[in-house]
């Protein structure tokens, strides 16, 4: 059975980054694999020409491996903090139809995703939750969800292509909230400076009518700018493209390398950590 997706419907938004990462498997395969992506493009009843045509682009390839780069930074982070938190909670902030809670697991965490209602509704039907999931509707912005999670064995949360999409007040009492309410976990998500976030804007700002973007959040230096939200943060940073690979693989070529470089140094791309601060 194939699930169709309408136009211009929030449910949409999901196939460009599904697209991507279905892309960042046939082009990056010994960086980066999601079958899930692979699968669930198959099963989905949607024009998906559009994508096809622009993927042959070369800045849409670039963008691939952007992306490709970002879930496996992201990945990286998740499995690290669970070698000594093994039954830690897994949350997926915004999720979507990304599967790297399940792609992390090793057998004892838990593992939520986090989106609106209707998102959590196609989800369930495309990826119903497996033994210690659990997928919850709500708006980030309000903690009521931060009940549902059971942080008993620490937690650690991350959010993919999520905070460009939010005021930097709104990313700030956010923070500031998990700080309370989540001691001794972890918060790791992408983010990037106003040059770059600008042009991430081009995007969806006509659409969303979106005038003031110097409102949105963007971050240059993450330990300086951030730390003083809380006492209780401890922030750190890494470039996104080349902060935890080389990127010295075959199917990468020079002028790629180089365009990271000029992310990860120029546009500030990386991948924040903010520990928050408490019990062990």
């Known amino acids: ?60 390839r670039f963008g691939a491996l952007e992306v490709a780069m ?70 980030l912005k309000d903690p009521a969800w931060f009940d549902k999670i059971d942080a008993s064995g620490g937690a650690v949360f991350f959010a993919s292509g999520v905070f460009y999409y939010f005021l930097t007040e709104q990313v700030k009492a956010l923070v500031q909230a998990m700080a309370s309410a989540f001691p001794g976990s972890i918060l790791v998500f992408d983010a990037a400076n106003r040059t770059a976030v600008k042009m991430i804007a081009k995007t969806w700002l006509r659409t969303a009518k979106i005038k003031d973007v110097g409102a949105y959040f963007a971050v240059s230096d993450a330990k300086s700018e951030l730390s003083s939200w809380n006492s209780r943060l401890q922030v750190s ?22 365009l990271a470089r000029v992310g990860d140094n120029g546009m500030k791309m990386q991948i924040v950590k903010i520990g928050f601060g408490g019990k062990e």
């Open 1 to 60: 059975m194939k699930y169709k997706i309408e136009k211009n419907t929030v449910q949409e938004t999901l196939i460009l980054p599904l697209y991507s990462r279905k892309l960042c498997t046939e082009l990056y395969p010994n960086l980066y694999r999601d079958e899930t992506a692979v699968r669930l493009i198959d099963q989905i009843d949607y024009d998906f020409s559009e994508a096809e045509k622009n993927s042959r682009g070369l800045m849409q």
């Open 70 to 139: 970002r879930q496996c930074d992201l990945a990286w982070e998740v499995r690290d903090y669970l070698k000594t938190h093994p039954n830690a909670a897994v949350v997926n902030l915004g999720c979507g139809l990304d599967n790297t809670g399940r792609a992390c697991d090793n057998g004892s965490c838990k593992i939520y995703n986090l989106d609106f209602p209707d998102v959590i509704a196609l989800r369930e039907q495309l990826l119903p939750a497996g033994e210690r999931e659990q997928s919850i509707p709500c708006d």
């Open 237 to 258: 940073s890494r470039g996104y493209m080349l902060g935890y690979s080389d990127l010295k693989d075959s199917s990468v070529s020079g002028f790629f390398r180089f």
